[in-house]
C-alpha cells in the first residue's frame, strides 16, 4: 500500500516570497491533515479536512495561510507571503476517518531566509 | 486550546534499562491516546495506541493510561540504541466535528551503547 506522498521534500524561499506544498493522501482515506512542526516542538495542526470539506482550520494564519483539497483526494497548502518564523517541517497526514490511526507524509522542510 | 504536557528531556539510559516516558493532558474527557516516534529528520511514525485505564502492552512497550489523573506513559523495556528517537505524545479531543488530535512537544531519548 503506497503511504502518504508529499512534495517537494524541501524547499528554501526568500521572505515575502510564495510557496506551495502538495500532498496526496492514502488511497480511501477521507481525512486529511496539515501539521506545521517547528524545530524543537511537537505537530501543530493547521487545517484538517473531511472529503473536500474543511473541519477544522482554527489554527490556520489565514492571513498568509492557505490550503484546499479539491475532490477529495489530494491538497495543497500556500504560504504567500512568507515570513522567517514559518520555518519549518510542512507534515501531511491522513486516516481513515476522524477517529483513525494517522499516518505522516515524509513533510517537506521549508526554510526563509 | 487544549493542552498535552511532556517533559522535554534528553532522557538517557543505558542499553537494557527500562525507559520511562511521561505525559499529562488537560482535557478531562479525552478518550483516545497515542504515542508516535519520531527519528531525527524523519517523520511521526505511531507506535501504540490506548483507549481504556490500565496497561496495554506490545512487545518491548507498554502504555499506561490513568484517566483520573490525566495522565499517560510509555515504558521501553530492554532499550536498545535504536530507540533513541523524540517520543511525541498525542491525544485526541472529544468535542468538535474534527476530534482534533493534539501532540504534546515530545520527549527525547538517547539509549546509550
Known amino acids: 500500500e503506497a503511504g502518504v506522498a508529499q512534495s517537494p521534500r524541501y524547499k528554501i524561499i526568500e521572505k515575502r516570497q510564495s510557496v506551495a506544498f502538495w500532498c496526496n493522501p492514502i488511497?480511501?482515506?477521507?481525512?486529511l491533515y496539515w501539521y506545521q512542526q517547528i524545530l524543537g516542538q511537537g505537530p501543530k495542526l493547521l487545517i484538517q479536512?473531511?472529503?473536500?470539506?474543511?473541519?477544522?482550520d482554527s489554527q490556520l494564519p489565514k492571513d498568509r495561510f492557505s490550503a484546499e483539497r479539491l475532490k477529495g483526494v489530494d491538497s495543497t497548502l500556500k504560504i504567500q507571503p512568507a515570513k522567517l518564523e514559518d520555518s519549518a517541517v510542512y507534515l501531511c497526514?491522513?486516516?481513515?476517518?476522524?477517529?483513525?490511526?494517522?499516518?505522516f507524509g515524509e513533510g517537506s522542510r521549508l526554510t526563509v531566509l | 486550546q487544549k493542552e498535552v504536557e511532556q517533559n522535554s528531556g534528553p532522557l538517557s539510559v543505558p542499553e537494557g534499562a527500562i525507559a520511562s516516558l511521561n505525559c499529562t493532558y488537560s482535557d478531562r474527557g479525552s478518550q483516545s491516546f497515542f504515542w508516535y516516534r519520531q527519528y531525527s529528520g524523519k517523520s511521526p511514525e505511531l507506535i501504540m495506541s490506548i483507549y481504556s485505564n490500565g496497561d496495554k502492552e506490545d512487545g518491548r512497550f507498554t502504555a499506561q493510561l490513568n484517566k483520573a489523573s490525566q495522565y499517560v506513559s510509555l515504558l521501553i523495556r530492554d532499550s536498545q540504541p535504536s530507540d533513541s528517537a523524540t517520543y511525541l505524545c498525542a491525544v485526541r479531543a472529544t468535542s468538535g466535528s474534527a476530534r482534533q488530535l493534539t501532540f504534546g512537544s515530545g520527549t527525547q531519548l538517547t539509549v546509550l551503547p
Open positions: 497526514a491522513s486516516s481513515f476517518d476522524r477517529t483513525g490511526e494517522l499516518f
Open positions: 488511497s480511501g482515506h477521507a481525512t
Open positions: 479536512f473531511q472529503n473536500n470539506g474543511v473541519v477544522d
